[in-house]
């Protein structure tokens, strides 16, 4: 069983920045996929931003220029740096990790964008 754990959420002005961390419990580079999904109330999850153990990197459109993913390898960590944040970002955020055709989520971290 692969844990995930996400952390870094939390309250922050417009125009602020945040950085998520999603940890996991096995080496990255077991990892084919690793990203976030959000979810706003009412909403249905959606795809924030995805990064590959090959080194792709995709970002849906709401979010590109303003959101980065990156990977720490040495600490099996995921990081999404969230940046010039809107009132409609927030929502809460959940990490995935998709290993060996198996997704496991993590619990989801609340990001609130106040106006």
């Known amino acids: 069983q692969v844990q995930v754990v996400e952390s870094g959420g939390g309250l922050v002005q417009a125009g602020g920045s945040l950085r998520l961390s999603c940890a996991a419990s096995?080496?990255?580079?077991?990892?084919?996929?690793m990203g976030w999904y959000c979810q706003a109330p009412g909403k249905q999850r959606e795809l924030v931003a995805t990064s590959t153990s090959g080194g792709r990197t995709d970002y849906a459109d709401s979010v590109k220029g303003r959101f980065t993913i990156s990977r720490d390898n040495a600490k099996n960590t995921v990081y999404l740096q969230m940046n010039s944040l809107k009132p409609e970002d927030t929502a809460v955020y959940y990490c995935y990790a998709l290993v060996s055709r198996n997704v496991y989520w993590g619990q989801g971290t609340q990001v609130t964008v106040s106006s």
């Open positions: 096995v080496s990255l580079f077991s990892v084919f996929d």
